[in-house]
């Protein structure tokens, strides 16, 4: 699997730190922006669709 590198403001790092851990809805901050990821590509699949360009 490819590995990247981003900036992000330590706010939206300390907000998703937040939701993750053994009994919260992520594994590890890599494991929520995958996830963020993918929904965000969904919503533009679906965007896309909706006004015929797929």
């Known amino acids: 699997m490819p590995k990247i590198s981003l900036d992000m403001p330590e706010e939206i ?4 730190k937040t939701h993750i851990g053994d009994t919260k809805k992520f594994i590890s901050v890599a494991d929520s922006i ?3 990821c ?9 965007i896309d669709q909706y006004h015929g360009r797929r």
């Not at 790092?13 to 998703?16: E, P, T």
């Open 34 to 36: 995958r996830t963020a």
């Open 13 to 16: 790092l300390n907000d998703l």
């Open 38 to 46: 993918r929904k965000m590509l969904d919503q533009l699949d679906a």
